[in-house]
């Protein structure tokens, strides 16, 4: 029962990667200039450091006890 779940799931990752390919190749148009290239890296580059800043955040707030002030109690009673 698993090598049949297993192997629908893989023909399914197949014809995804197949449709996206011929997709790409049909779709085709300009070619991106370079600027355009740096403003993709700058964008990726951006989104990272601002999601790599937000989980530190997180991390150094539940270190240094932050979220243990902020006033919940998980439902519990003093």
Known sequence: MRT???A?????LALAIWFAG???VQMSGDPI?????VAI??????????GG?????VFYS???GYD???GGDGGKTP
């Open 22 to 24: 011929s997709a790409f």
């Open 41 to 50: 890296a700058g964008g990726v580059l951006v989104s990272l450091a601002v």
């Open 8 to 12: 629908t799931l893989f023909a399914l």
């Open 4 to 6: 049949l779940l297993y």
């Open 33 to 37: 200039p370079f600027y355009g290239w």
């Open 68 to 70: 243990d002030l902020s």
């Open 62 to 64: 539940n270190r240094h």
């Open 53 to 57: 800043g937000l989980m530190a955040l």
